[in-house]
């Protein structure tokens, strides 16, 4: 791997947007990152409830640990609470749900998501591309927590919804659809700005303060 260039090398403490508001000194211990930690070993129950082929309480945990992201958003804001360890700490929680959501799917549900592998092709290959090209660039995983990631994480909970109720697969190729454009927006956004940073609104944000900068 090529170390990045001088001028890209990644600060000790990475400014978040400057729409985002204060951030505190890093520390582990605050409400916003229990909540975390909560969701972050609730993944790894969801599994295990899926082995047991328990649908039903398959999907209510999981829509209870998908809206434990919206919680711990607000209450970071709300204590004053908010930190780059936080905001790490979230994206690693959301990938363990994710990844348990997908992987509890498939075990229960896995001829149906077979016949909707041309919709999962698209959002697994952004995400591999950018999250590798923040891996590349600035040795770090992406946090950026943009508005779209956070409507694509609504709509990944309506696409369960439909898939475990069998109410209808459109939600769930919707999100799929959106989770890909979303990942393309986190690939620019690395492409664009010099420094690893974190909770960058939108593109928009980043390109503005590139700008200023």
């Given amino acids: 791997m090529t170390n990045a ?80 360890i936080g905001a790490r700490l979230d994206s690693w929680a959301d990938i363990a749900l994710y990844t348990a959501l997908l992987v509890g799917s498939v075990m229960m549900y896995g001829e149906t998501l077979y016949a909707e592998i041309a919709w999962f092709i698209p959002p697994i290959a952004t995400y591999l591309i950018s999250t590798a090209a923040c891996l590349w660039k600035y040795r770090r995983w992406p946090s950026y927590h943009t508005r779209a990631a956070k409507t694509g994480w609504f709509l990944i909970m309506i696409a369960a919804i439909g898939l475990f109720t069998d109410w209808s697969l459109w939600p769930l ?29 939108s593109i928009y944000h980043a390109w503005r303060d590139n700008k200023a900068a």
């Avoid at 959106?178 to 700005?193: D, P, R, Y």
């Fill in 173 to 201: 190729r919707i999100a799929l659809a959106f989770a890909a454009l979303t990942n393309l927006e986190t690939l620019a956004i690395t492409l664009m700005s010099p420094t690893w940073r974190v909770d960058v609104t």
């Fill in 5 to 84: 260039p001088a001028d890209q090398t990644p600060t000790p403490h990475p400014a978040p947007d400057r729409a985002a508001g204060p951030y505190i000194s890093d520390r582990w211990l605050t409400i916003p990152n229990i909540i975390c930690f909560i969701r972050l070993a609730g993944s790894f129950v969801l599994v295990g409830i899926a082995w047991a082929d328990l649908s039903e309480l398959f999907l209510w945990v999981f829509v209870l640990l998908a809206l434990s992201d919206w919680v711990d958003g607000k209450l970071a804001i709300l204590l004053n609470q908010r930190s780059v």
